[in-house]
C-alpha cells in the first residue's frame, strides 16, 4: 500500500461540515474576551463513550513560517484568529489552553457521565495526544475518577533523527523534524510532560518524538504508526521533487536511507504494548475510508486480548 510522494502530503479532514460546531470565548484563552474557538460535535444518545479528535495538519515553528501558515491555512481552527487579534511580530501559542477549555465545556455538556474517553489524533494531531493526554485525563479525573482515558495515536511518532539530506529550512515541508521542532520549542513555550522534561531537561525538544515521551506516559495508548510514513519521508528530504515513489528511480543510499527508516521505527516500537505498525508507504490511516476495515480489525483484535487477559485472570 502507498500513496505517492508528490509533493507536500495532504491531509484530508475527518470533521463533516455539517456537524455542529461548539464555540469557545475564554478570558483564559484570550484576555481581549473577541477570542473563539471552535469544535464540532456528534451526539449518539444513549452512548456513555466519547472520541475525541485532534486533526492533523502540519505545524510552523518561527515568524516566517507562522505567517505563512496562517495565510494558506486559515481554515485551521485556532491558526484563523492569529491575523486577526495578534498584532506586530507577536504570535500566542495557545494550542494546550485550548484543549483544557474544550474538555472543560465538553464535561459540562455530559462528559462526567462518560464511561470511556477516547483521545485520538493523526499526524500533528496524534503529537497533541502524546504530549496532552496525561494532563487532559488528570483534568477528566478531577471530575469523574472512574472514567476510563485513553488514546490513540495515528501517524504521529515521528523520529528525531538526521534527515536524508538538509535543506533550507522554510517550512515544515523542507524541514526536518529535528531543526523544525528545535527552532519551535525556543517560540511555542511548551507544555511537555514533567517525566519526559525530567529525562530531557537540556534538549525538551525531543519530547515532541513518540519514543522519548512514550516512557514518562501512565494514560494507556494504542500506537498506529506507517514504518515508512510519507510525511517522515518528505521531511527527511530522501526524494527529489521530481521523483514519483515508488515509481521514480532511487539511488542505492536512498533506498538503503528507506529501509533503515522503516527498521528504526520498529526498533522504537519494541517497548509499545499496543501498536500497529504496517510496512506501509503512507501517511494517517483513520481518515482513509479504505482504511475502515484496518481499523475495525484492529479494534477486534484489541477486544479480544483483552477478553484473553479477562479469562486468565
Not at 456537524?19 to 484576555?31: C, E, H, Q, R, T
Not at 472520541?51 to 515568524?63: A, N, Q, R, T
Request: contains cysteine.
Amino acid at each position: 500500500m502507498a500513496d505517492g510522494l508528490t509533493g507536500p502530503v495532504k491531509h484530508s479532514s475527518a470533521v463533516k461540515p455539517a456537524l455542529p460546531m461548539g464555540v469557545i470565548a475564554s478570558y483564559l484563552i484570550d484576555i481581549s474576551a473577541q477570542g473563539l474557538y471552535w469544535y464540532y460535535i456528534r451526539r449518539s444518545r444513549g452512548s456513555n463513550k466519547w472520541v475525541v479528535f485532534l486533526e492533523g495538519g502540519w505545524y510552523c515553528f518561527d515568524h516566517v513560517s507562522c505567517s505563512e501558515r496562517s495565510r494558506v491555512m486559515p481554515d485551521f481552527m485556532s491558526s484563523r484568529n492569529w491575523p486577526r487579534f495578534r498584532s506586530a511580530m507577536k504570535f500566542s501559542f495557545m494550542g494546550s489552553l485550548i484543549l483544557d477549555e474544550v474538555f472543560n465545556e465538553l464535561l459540562q455538556k455530559g462528559m462526567r457521565r462518560a464511561q470511556t474517553v477516547l483521545i485520538a489524533g493523526t499526524s500533528a494531531g496524534a503529537t497533541g495526544v502524546l504530549v496532552n493526554i496525561d494532563r487532559i485525563a488528570d483534568l477528566i479525573h478531577a471530575r469523574k475518577p472512574s472514567v476510563d482515558v485513553r488514546g490513540l495515536v495515528d501517524s504521529g511518532w515521528f523520529l528525531d533523527i538526521q534527515p536524508f539530506k538538509e535543506k533550507v529550512c522554510r517550512d515544515a515541508f523542507t524541514c526536518s523534524p529535528l531543526a523544525g521542532i528545535q527552532r519551535g520549542v525556543q517560540v511555542w513555550n511548551p507544555r511537555l510532560p514533567k517525566g519526559c522534561i525530567d529525562a530531557h531537561p537540556d534538549e525538551i525538544w525531543r519530547c515532541y518524538f513518540g519514543r522519548r515521551v512514550f516512557p514518562s506516559i501512565q494514560t494507556p495508548v494504542y500506537i498506529i504508526q506507517n514504518m515508512y510514513d510519507a510525511a517522515q519521508i518528505q521531511v527527511s528530504n530522501v526524494l527529489e521533487e521530481q521523483h514519483t515513489w515508488p515509481r521514480g528511480e532511487l539511488s542505492s543510499d536512498q533506498w538503503r536511507y528507506l529501509l533503515d527508516l522503516g527498521q528504526q521505527v520498529k526498533d522504537t516500537l519494541q517497548n509499545v504494548s499496543a501498536v500497529f505498525a504496517p510496512g506501509c508507504v503512507s501517511h494517517e490511516i483513520l481518515n482513509k475510508p479504505s482504511s475502515i476495515v484496518v481499523v475495525v480489525v484492529v479494534v477486534v483484535v484489541v477486544v479480544l486480548v483483552v477478553l484473553v487477559v479477562v479469562v486468565k485472570k
